[in-house]
């Protein structure tokens, strides 16, 4: 069986900040997540982005490096880890990393661990109708695939599996 993770983003923020994602193209917003158990977390509070922190210039989204120095300051402060989620659009779908995204997270996870040791690292991708994602514990290199989303009022999304699949069928 695949390792898996869970994610309660039921709190009004991430609803909201989801929504939105789902309709927009190459959008990124970042949260903090602290973990309630050994295989799953909680979306706490959004972190803002401001437009210097976000380089979409290219087909790809990502941070600047005062975004990355942004959401690393505002991790740093608490004990809750960082969750990224960005979007695909309406093409989208069905949600996986691209190619771009899984080096961009090859580089940035271990720069990460380095600077927050102790937390994990959640990132998810959006289509209009799907989403995928990868969690990184703590404890461990390779990521888990997050199985599905709890997004309150006993509605639950589930994740397209698609990106955990490519990632560990890749050699790093
Ligand atoms: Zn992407």
Redesign the pocket.
């Known amino acids: 069986m695949i390792p898996s993770f869970t994610l309660d983003v039921s709190c009004d923020l991430a609803r909201a900040a989801l929504a939105t994602l789902r309709t927009r193209a190459?959008h990124l917003t970042f949260f903090l997540a602290e973990p309630t158990t050994s295989r799953a977390a909680r979306c706490v509070d959004e972190i803002p982005l401001e437009a210097r922190h976000v380089d979409g210039s290219r087909l790809?989204?990502g941070l600047t490096e005062a975004g990355r120095a942004h959401v690393l300051q505002r991790a740093t402060r608490t004990n809750q880890w960082l969750m990224e989620v960005?979007s695909?659009g309406a093409l989208g779908d069905p949600a996986e990393?691209?190619l771009?995204?899984r080096e961009g997270l090859a580089a940035w996870v271990p720069h990460l661990r380095w600077r927050l040791p102790l937390k994990g690292y959640i990132a998810l991708?959006v289509g209009s109708s799907t989403v995928d994602g990868l969690t990184w514990m703590p404890d461990s290199r390779e990521p888990l695939a997050v199985d599905s989303l709890h997004l309150g009022r006993g509605q639950n999304w589930r994740a397209t599996g698609l990106s955990y699949e490519t990632w560990i069928g890749e050699v790093r």
């Open positions: 190459e790809h989204v960005h695909h990393f691209s771009t995204d991708v």
